[in-house]
């Protein structure tokens, strides 16, 4: 009999798409959604959770701009209630996966050359979303040492409001659209990105922290141009701007791309490169 994946946080982008590819691969699932298990809520976990279960968690605060004035409920949900849900899943003998975000990363590497990031690389988030994600991954691996954070970049589905969905929908149009050029990560296919979850889940990977993003890395610039490319658009009506004439609340890190080599070698199948799951997605 298949283990029980139990997701926290069922009702968001990544939980939806996990609850549907879990029940997909033949597991029994029990979707939780913010209604009906609150991750400040210590009580509230605890009896979702059973001996043997396999927690992923993809509950989050995830409004990067908004967290700058709302440090307290980003940190609520993002370190508080990740800690709940690990010392959950510890008292209750069940595994746990935790999602966390390029953008515990600060992209400054001091001049040195940069390279993708490593999951034992110094982390420096430059964002209350990111400081709040961190202590979230400390406070999970402290409450247990044996669950897994899986640290992921630029999810995007390509549908509702993601940066690819608002790219096609731009690309139906006939104007010029600006998108910055200096930032640079790796964007990351949600379907992928449940896929490596599910793999985590499983119990036989040791590395606590693992990457997993697809491979390569590219800027919002490029990214868009591909969007436009594949549906058939003027990739030209794309065009670069440097990210001050975007200001916005939350600083982003200039480069955040996930080096997915120590998670390979841990046992985590490598996701495939960007490209190619932007073309799947559209
Ligand atoms: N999206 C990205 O590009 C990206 C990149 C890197 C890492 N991540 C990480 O990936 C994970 C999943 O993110 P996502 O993109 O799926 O975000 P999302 O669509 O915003 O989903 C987050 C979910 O968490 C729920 N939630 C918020 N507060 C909660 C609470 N107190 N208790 C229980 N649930 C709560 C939300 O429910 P309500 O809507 O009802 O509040 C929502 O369903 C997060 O850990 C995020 O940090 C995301």
Redesign the pocket.
């Given at each position: 009999m298949s283990q029980r994946i139990v997701i926290?946080?069922?009702?968001?982008?990544?939980?939806t798409v996990l609850a549907a590819q879990a029940a997909q691969c033949g597991h029994v699932v029990l979707s939780l959604?913010?209604?009906q298990?609150?991750?400040?809520d210590a009580t509230s976990i605890e009896r979702h959770i059973d001996a043997d279960d396999a927690v992923i968690n993809?509950?989050?605060?995830?409004k990067v701009d908004e967290a700058e004035r709302d440090e307290d409920r980003a940190f609520?949900?993002?370190a508080t209630?990740a800690e709940n849900v690990a010392h959950a899943c510890a008292r209750a003998g069940a595994g746990l996966v935790h999602?966390?975000?390029?953008?515990v990363f600060s992209g400054d590497f001091g001049g040195s050359e940069r390279h993708p990031y490593e999951i034992d690389d110094e982390t420096g988030p430059l964002s209350v979303y990111g400081r709040s994600?961190l202590a979230g991954e400390f406070a999970v691996l402290a409450a247990m040492p044996d669950a897994h954070i899986v640290?992921?970049?630029?999810?995007f589905s390509g549908h509702g409001g993601?940066f690819v969905a608002t790219m096609r929908r731009l690309a139906a149009g006939d104007g010029t659209v600006d998108v910055v050029a200096d930032q640079v990560g790796t964007p990351t296919y949600v379907g992928d990105l449940v896929g490596a979850l599910l793999e985590a889940a499983d119990g036989t990977i040791s590395e606590p922290v693992l990457h997993a993003a697809n491979a390569g890395e590219t800027s919002r610039f490029e990214q868009a141009r591909a969007v436009f490319e594949l549906v058939g658009a003027d990739p030209e009506r794309v065009r670069p701007v440097d990210s001050d004439r975007h200001p916005r609340p939350a600083p982003r890190p200039q480069y955040s791309a996930l080096s997915a080599v120590r998670s390979t070698e841990a046992g985590l199948t490598p996701l495939r490169p960007w490209r190619d799951a932007l073309a799947a997605a559209i």
């Amino acid at each position: 009999m298949s283990q029980r994946i139990v997701i926290i946080g069922a009702g968001g982008l990544v939980g939806t798409v996990l609850a549907a590819q879990a029940a997909q691969c033949g597991h029994v699932v029990l979707s939780l959604t913010s209604a009906q298990c609150d991750v400040t809520d210590a009580t509230s976990i605890e009896r979702h959770i059973d001996a043997d279960d396999a927690v992923i968690n993809c509950a989050a605060y995830t409004k990067v701009d908004e967290a700058e004035r709302d440090e307290d409920r980003a940190f609520a949900v993002n370190a508080t209630g990740a800690e709940n849900v690990a010392h959950a899943c510890a008292r209750a003998g069940a595994g746990l996966v935790h999602v966390s975000t390029d953008y515990v990363f600060s992209g400054d590497f001091g001049g040195s050359e940069r390279h993708p990031y490593e999951i034992d690389d110094e982390t420096g988030p430059l964002s209350v979303y990111g400081r709040s994600k961190l202590a979230g991954e400390f406070a999970v691996l402290a409450a247990m040492p044996d669950a897994h954070i899986v640290r992921t970049s630029w999810i995007f589905s390509g549908h509702g409001g993601d940066f690819v969905a608002t790219m096609r929908r731009l690309a139906a149009g006939d104007g010029t659209v600006d998108v910055v050029a200096d930032q640079v990560g790796t964007p990351t296919y949600v379907g992928d990105l449940v896929g490596a979850l599910l793999e985590a889940a499983d119990g036989t990977i040791s590395e606590p922290v693992l990457h997993a993003a697809n491979a390569g890395e590219t800027s919002r610039f490029e990214q868009a141009r591909a969007v436009f490319e594949l549906v058939g658009a003027d990739p030209e009506r794309v065009r670069p701007v440097d990210s001050d004439r975007h200001p916005r609340p939350a600083p982003r890190p200039q480069y955040s791309a996930l080096s997915a080599v120590r998670s390979t070698e841990a046992g985590l199948t490598p996701l495939r490169p960007w490209r190619d799951a932007l073309a799947a997605a559209i």
